[in-house]
C-alpha cells in the first residue's frame, strides 16, 4: 500500500522547491473529515520565519502541488492550513489491502527485542501494579512482533531479601518442607495467603524479639550461601511454588515469558561491575559506594551499602548486564511503576558510562496506579487489591450483567474491560476503574469494540446465509465515506504505536474506527438486494472486523464472535 504520508510530504516539498524554500513537512489528521483527510502548517511555519502572509503563501504553496492520483483536491483554509482530500481510488485499493495481517510492520526486521515487565516479588501475591504492568508489557510485546523483530520475554522475579528470610523462618517453625508439601495442592490465592500470613508473622516477630532478628538474619544467611541447610530446601520449594503461582495468574492475563533473569543472580553481576568501575565511575563515600548523579542533572543514589552488600540500584546495573550478556538485543524495553522514573535515569546513567551501547538500546516505559470507583468494589478488594480478586470481582459483575450465563465470556469481557482501561491512558497517568463505564457495551469501553466486531462476524453470517456475495470493487455511483477515510488508518496508527512504544494510539484509533461504523450501520441498509454495491458494504464490514480483531489482539484482548 502506499505510503501517502510520505507522498503528501513529496508533494509538499516539490512545491515548496518551485518558491525556492526548504522546511520540514509536518501532516496531521484534521479532527473534522470535512476539513480532508491531512493537513500541513507549512506555510504558517515559513510565514512565521519569513514574516509574510501564512494565508497567501499557503495558496502560493497549493497551486505549486503536482497533480496525484492519490489526492482528489486541496484548499487553504483557516489562517493557514494547506488541507489534502484524498481520492477514492486511493481510499478504495487502500481498503482492498486489508487482510489478516494488516497493520504488520517491517520497522524492526531482523532485530531482537527484549521485553522485561510483569517482575514480581516472590513470596508475595501478584497485586494491582503487577497487573497494570503485564498488560502494557504484554501490549509491547505484540507490538514489537507486529513490527517484525524477534522478541523474547522475561521477568525479573525478586527471589532474595530479609523479608523472605522472615518468611522461610516461620515456615520452618511450622513443620518446613512437610508443611508446604501439604499446601501444594491448594488454590493459587490459598497458597499465597499460606505465604502472605507467614510473611506477617515474621514481620512482627522480628520487630518483637532481638532474638528472633538473629535467627532471621542467620536464615537469610544460609539461603545465599548454604544450599544443604534445611532453610535453603524450604526457600526452594517456597520459591518454586511461588513462580507455578506466578505463571498460571499471568496466564490467566494472556501472556507467558520464556525465561526469568532472578534478582540473586543479578546482585551478584552488578556488585562486580561496580567494584571494578570505582572509582573510574563509581565513588566510595562514608563506606558505602555511590554513583553522582549531579553531573547529569540527577542525583546521588547508593549503589553498595555501608554493609558491603548491593544495592537495588547495583542489582539493576547487574540485570541490564546479564540482558545483554544473555540475548544481545537490539532494543531492550522495560515496564515500571513511574514513580521509578527518577531512579532509573541514574542506574541508566551509570550504566551508559561503562557501556554506551547498553544505555542507547535500553527503553523504559511507565505507568500510573489504578483506583476503583464505587464503595462496593473498594470494600471488597481493599487498599492494595490482588490480581486475581480484581479479575474475579469484575467477572463476577460482567456475570450479572448477561442474559445467558457464559463464564468464559465473562472472562474475556472481564479481561477487555480491565485492560482497556489502562491501555486507552497515556503512559504514567492515574487510571480510575468504574464498572458502569467500564463493562458498557455503549461508548470507551473494551466489551464496546468486542460487540462492535460480534456485531460484524454476526453480520457477515446472515449474509452468507442469504446468498450475499463480498465485492471489493464497488459499482458506479459509488464515493468513499467516512468509513473508508478511517480504516486506511490502522498501519499509520500501529507504525506510531511501535515507534512511541504506546499502545494508547491503538485504544483510541479503535475507538474512533467502532463509532464510525457502528454510525455508518446504523445509517446503511447492507443487506439490501436492490442495492448495486450490497457487496461492498459487506467487503467494508469484513476489513472492519479484521481491523478490530488485529487491534485488540495488539491490546492483549480477546474478540469473541458472538456476545
Not at 504505536?497 to 446503511?524: G, K, M, Q, V
Amino acid at each position: 500500500m502506499t505510503d501517502i504520508k510520505k507522498e503528501l510530504e513529496k508533494l509538499t516539498k516539490a512545491s515548496l522547491e518551485k518558491l525556492g524554500l526548504e522546511s520540514e513537512i509536518h501532516l496531521e489528521h484534521p479532527e473534522d473529515l470535512s476539513f480532508g483527510d491531512f493537513s500541513t502548517n507549512v506555510a504558517m511555519v515559513l510565514a512565521k520565519e519569513r514574516k509574510q502572509n501564512p494565508k497567501l503563501l499557503a495558496e502560493d504553496i497549493r497551486a505549486g502541488l503536482p497533480e496525484s492520483e492519490f489526492v482528489s483536491k486541496t484548499e487553504v483554509a483557516g489562517p493557514g492550513f494547506i488541507n489534502f482530500y484524498l481520492s477514492d481510488k486511493f481510499l478504495k485499493d487502500s481498503v482492498k489491502s486489508i487482510d489478516e495481517d494488516f497493520g504488520k510492520l517491517e520497522i524492526h526486521k531482523g532485530k531482537n527485542i527484549l521485553v522485561e515487565h510483569s517482575s514480581p516479588n516472590l513470596f508475595k501475591p501478584f497485586h494491582i501494579g503487577h497487573m497494570m504492568n503485564n498488560t502494557i508489557g504484554e501490549s509491547i510485546v505484540r507490538l514489537a512482533e507486529f513490527s517484525g523483530a524477534k522478541v523474547t520475554k522475561i521477568a525479573f522475579p525478586s527471589d532474595i531479601s530479609l523479608g523472605i528470610a522472615k518468611t522461610v523462618w516461620v515456615l520452618k517453625n511450622r513443620g518446613g518442607k512437610e508443611y508446604l508439601n501439604s499446601h501444594k495442592e491448594k488454590l493459587d490465592q490459598e497458597i499465597m495467603g499460606v505465604f502472605g500470613e507467614a510473611y506477617a508473622e515474621g514481620t512482627k516477630a522480628f520487630e518483637d524479639s532481638e532474638e528472633v532478628q538473629k535467627e532471621v538474619r542467620e536464615v537469610y544467611k544460609k539461603i545465599v550461601t548454604d544450599k544443604s541447610s534445611e532453610e535453603f530446601e524450604i526457600y526452594k520449594d517456597g520459591k518454586d511454588l511461588n513462580l507455578s503461582y506466578f505463571e498460571h495468574v499471568v496466564h490467566r492475563f494472556g501472556s507467558k515469558f520464556d525465561a526469568f533473569i532472578f534478582e540473586s543472580e543479578a546482585g551478584e553481576a552488578g556488585e562486580k561491575i561496580v567494584r571494578e568501575n570505582t572509582p573510574k565511575v563509581f565513588t566510595e563515600s562514608e563506606g558505602a559506594v555511590v554513583y553522582e548523579g549531579e553531573k547529569n542533572g540527577l542525583h546521588t543514589r547508593v549503589f553498595i551499602n555501608k554493609e558491603g552488600y548491593p544495592t537495588y540500584e547495583a542489582k539493576d546495573v547487574g540485570l541490564l548486564s546479564l540482558k545483554f550478556g544473555k540475548y544481545n538485543p537490539d532494543i531492550s524495553l522495560f515496564v515500571t511503576d513511574d514513580q521509578q522514573a527518577e531512579y532509573f535515569k541514574v542506574v541508566v546513567s551509570a550504566v551508559g558510562e561503562i557501556h554506551p551501547e547498553w544505555k542507547e538500546k535500553t527503553i523504559h516505559r511507565t505507568h500510573g496506579r489504578m483506583s476503583f470507583k464505587g464503595a462496593k468494589m473498594s470494600s471488597r478488594l481493599g487498599n492494595v487489591p490482588l490480581a486475581t480478586d480484581i479479575l474475579d470481582t469484575v467477572h463476577d459483575e460482567a456475570l450479572t450483567r448477561m442474559q445467558e450465563k457464559n463464564s468464559v465470556l465473562a472472562d474475556q469481557i472481564s479481561l477487555s474491560a480491565l485492560k482497556f482501561t489502562i491501555l486507552k491512558t497515556a503512559a504514567g497517568k492515574n487510571i480510575n476503574f468504574d464498572p458502569e463505564t467500564s463493562l458498557s457495551f455503549e461508548g470507551d469501553s473494551g466489551p464496546y469494540l468486542q460487540y462492535t466486531f460480534a456485531r460484524c462476524k454476526s453480520l457477515l453470517a446472515k449474509a452468507k446465509s442469504e446468498g450475499f456475495e463480498i465485492s471489493e470493487e464497488p459499482k458506479k455511483g459509488w464515493t468513499a465515506g467516512e468509513l473508508e477515510k478511517i480504516l486506511y488508518r490502522f498501519s499509520e496508527v500501529t507504525e506510531e504505536s511501535i515507534e512511541n512504544w504506546a499502545p494508547h494510539h491503538i485504544a483510541t484509533y479503535l475507538l474512533e474506527l467502532a463509532r464510525t461504523f457502528n454510525s455508518w450501520y446504523a445509517n446503511t441498509k447492507v443487506l439490501d438486494k436492490e442495492n448495486e454495491n450490497a457487496g461492498f458494504y459487506l467487503s467494508l464490514v469484513e476489513k472492519t472486523s479484521k481491523i478490530i480483531k488485529n487491534g485488540l489482539y495488539l491490546l492483549g484482548i480477546e474478540s469473541p464472535e458472538k456476545m
